[in-house]
């Protein structure tokens, strides 16, 4: 969109301008922006700390893109299922983003995969909302993960309004990529991608390759797929006072390697890996036992809550429980200071629709080993603000931290690339380019109702 049509966003009408139209005219048939959009996350809400059960990235992106939209005059309502009977029907998370609690099921102990039995309770929830409204409350639904695709299909046809679809992370992907005894996506969740990318207005990808698994795997149309990077808080994620001071904040030796580990514990971001190449870097150097110190930040979730014990059983059966720290999810502060505290973080996921983790920690000035896969060759740039590992073999995990431990002044080299490498990542980037995908799907679906189609 021309930045003369941005700017004039906001006023209604149709997209479509025959040439010569009067200029009075032209302005009034320049697409809107919506006023308020309904944005659905079923399984997992924004108040919810992440790292912790189905907790992550996403919890973070919803956040993030809902406030970013707020200040730039799109409302937005988020509708989540509600987790306790304490939570109130609404909440204003920040001025413009209500956080709406949708009764269905019971409020604990429901697992993710027991959620598509409560879509239909959530929907009725959701519609109950909207018809506390007027006619047109709603421009445009946003929704996040495929159970909420599900109640968005619905909720955009009864309105009569565009569907914007996320998915995040999808099941073909997921399975083409499993971890060692991890459980693979369901039947009834691919077929469920497939109606709804069938279903949206328009699908957002986090990055091109994201944007071609829509398009190979489900047939999605290229021209309905939107590819917009996340962003990162870049006045939370920021060097501030540096390494030593962070180290000194958390208790950690100041000359020590600190490989960390941040994020969900399950076979899909395989921690296990971290701990066998710690366990290689210490065959090699037993003196290095001296000097590191591995955080393990973030609790069980997903699969991985099958065994939540498991990774601690890992280190003792590896011998390097002396200098393993598993640390609780924390606050987004906290977590700021654990990256800046860390040399290195370590991603060795099996699957990363984008890795708001690698963003993050390179926003706080650490340089970043990660997997290449997904949208992780995006966030990292390889050679320069991090290393970039093909596979899931430890000992080549193992050889990219050696580096670390022998020049310790690689992570502070590094760490300043990676920061500005971040910099380009910021949400206010991210939230204009989803706006500008909200009013091309508003647009398109008028042209349709007005029978340019």
């Known amino acids: 969109m021309s930045q003369h049509a941005s700017r004039l966003g906001g006023l209604r009408g149709r997209s479509h301008v025959p040439f010569g139209t009067p200029s009075h005219q032209r302005l009034r048939r320049i697409p809107r922006r919506p006023r308020r959009i309904a944005m659905l996350s079923v399984h997992t809400s924004p108040l919810h700390q992440p790292g912790t059960g189905d907790a992550g990235g996403m919890n973070v992106y919803i956040v993030e893109l809902a406030k970013r939209l707020a200040a730039i005059d799109i409302e937005v309502e988020i509708f989540t299922r509600a987790t306790t009977a304490a939570l109130p029907p609404a909440v204003e998370f920040a001025p413009g983003v209500l956080v709406r609690h949708v009764d269905a099921g019971p409020y604990e102990g429901l697992a993710k995969e027991d959620l598509p039995a409560q879509l239909c309770a959530f929907t009725h929830g ?144 395989a921690p296990d890996i971290l701990l066998h190449a710690v366990a290689h870097l210490l065959e090699e150097d037993p003196s290095l036992r001296e000097r590191i110190v591995v955080p393990v930040v973030g609790g069980p979730s997903g699969s991985g809550l099958a065994k939540p014990e498991g990774l601690h059983k890992l280190a003792a059966r590896l011998g390097i429980c002396d200098v393993v720290r598993f640390r609780p999810p924390c606050a987004q502060d906290e977590l700021a200071d654990w990256y800046r505290a860390a040399s290195v973080l370590v991603m060795p996921s099996y699957s990363e629709s984008f890795g708001l983790v690698a963003i993050e920690a390179q926003a706080c000035g650490t340089p970043v080993v990660a997997a290449s896969v997904g949208g992780l060759p995006v966030a990292v740039r390889d050679g320069v603000s991090g290393t970039l590992i093909h596979g899931h073999d430890p000992a080549d995990y193992a050889r990219a931290l050696g580096p670390f431990a022998a020049e310790p002044e690689r992570a502070d080299r590094m760490g300043a690339a990676a920061a500005r490498h971040a910099e380009s990542f910021g949400w206010d980037t991210a939230a204009a380019a989803t706006a500008e995908v909200y009013t091309e799907a508003m647009r398109e679906r008028r042209r349709l109702r007005s029978g340019h189609g």
């Open 126 to 269: 959701v519609m109950q909302a909207w018809a506390g409204h007027r006619p047109g409350h709603y421009d445009l639904v946003h929704s996040h993960y495929w159970l909420s695709g599900h109640v968005g299909w619905l909720a955009a046809e009864r309105w009569g309004v565009p569907l914007v679809h996320a998915m995040h992370t999808m099941a073909k992907v997921k399975n083409a990529a499993l971890a060692e005894g991890d459980t693979p996506e369901p039947a009834a969740r691919v077929i469920g991608e497939q109606q709804i990318v069938r279903a949206a207005d328009r699908l957002i990808a986090n990055t091109d390759e994201e944007a071609g698994e829509l398009a190979r795997h489900y047939e999605a149309a290229r021209e309905l797929v939107a590819v917009v990077h996340p962003g990162v808080n870049l006045d939370r994620f920021r060097p501030a006072d540096g390494r030593a001071a962070a180290r000194a904040r958390l208790g950690l030796p100041a000359d020590a390697l600190i490989p960390l580990f941040a994020g969900r514990i399950q076979p899909l971001k």
